[in-house]
């Protein structure tokens, strides 16, 4: 299969913005986890949802929320422009936010399972022996959750591969810019004669995307038997 210099930019677009929405989305997306799995404080049930509202809510309804916020007129957007001149609606920067915030979801899921399954036993054991709670936290738990933390990361990717509705509301399908692979996809099929292309680029998507759930689903596997190792 070969492709052409402009699917080439296509998928390294799509890489660049999904490689930028796990890394901005990642600590984020731990904080949270770690927060709804190891404490209890009013409002943790609407924390919960909140975090996981992108999952039900249309994607294009996300969009339409994150051009109101961050759009140039936006309340975040308009300070974010004055205060730093950063501009992200219609920008491949608007695309890996709209990707982050879709796989954020996701990505809270596999970290908070991954920190519920830490034997709390053995943090309690550190802090009788005198270690501090942020000691504790960065030689028991944080390590015991690392390969949590590397699944989530992994679906986190495939999602932000994926991701369509929110893009396309937030930052539009602008060639060289915008169009990552679900909308090149779908300029594609608009385009007569375009088969081949649409082809090739579905076909990456599929071995992309599958690459990355076979790296969680290994990962999760593995973090289970370390699991079972130290206990």
């Keep these: 299969m070969i492709l052409s210099p402009a699917e080439w930019a296509i ?6 913005v999904s490689f930028l929405a796990v890394l901005v989305t990642l600590p984020i997306a731990y904080g949270f986890a770690w ?4 404490r209890r404080f009013p409002g943790r049930m609407l924390l919960d949802a909140a975090i996981h509202l992108p999952l039900v809510l249309p994607p294009v309804v996300t969009g339409w929320l994150l051009l109101v916020l961050l759009g140039r007129n936006g309340p975040i957007g308009g300070w974010l422009e004055q205060t730093f001149g950063v501009v992200l609606v219609f ?3 608007g695309a890996a936010v709209a990707a982050a915030v879709m796989a954020l979801p996701l990505m809270v ?5 991954s920190i519920e399954a830490v034997d709390r036993r053995l943090v309690g054991a550190a802090r009788t022996l005198g ?3 942020l000691h504790a936290f960065l030689t028991i738990t944080l390590p015991l959750s690392v390969p949590g933390i590397a699944a989530g990361a992994m679906l986190g990717f495939a999602r932000s591969l994926g991701e369509f509705g929110a893009t396309i509301t937030f930052a539009a ?4 810019e915008t169009r990552t692979l679900p909308l090149a996809i779908y300029s594609g099929l608009q385009t007569p004669g375009s088969q081949g292309a649409v082809t090739r680029l579905a076909i990456i998507s599929i ?4 690459g990355a759930l076979m790296m969680s689903e290994w990962l999760v596997r593995r973090s289970q038997g370390s699991r079972a190792h130290v206990l």
């Design 109 to 113: 899921r596999a970290m908070r399972l």
């Design 207 to 210: 071995i992309l995307s599958l």
């Design 35 to 38: 927060l709804i799995a190891r």
């Design 11 to 16: 998928i390294g677009l799509s890489l660049k």
């Design 91 to 93: 920008r491949w920067t």
């Design 131 to 133: 270690a501090s709670p």
């Design 173 to 176: 399908n602008i060639e060289g």
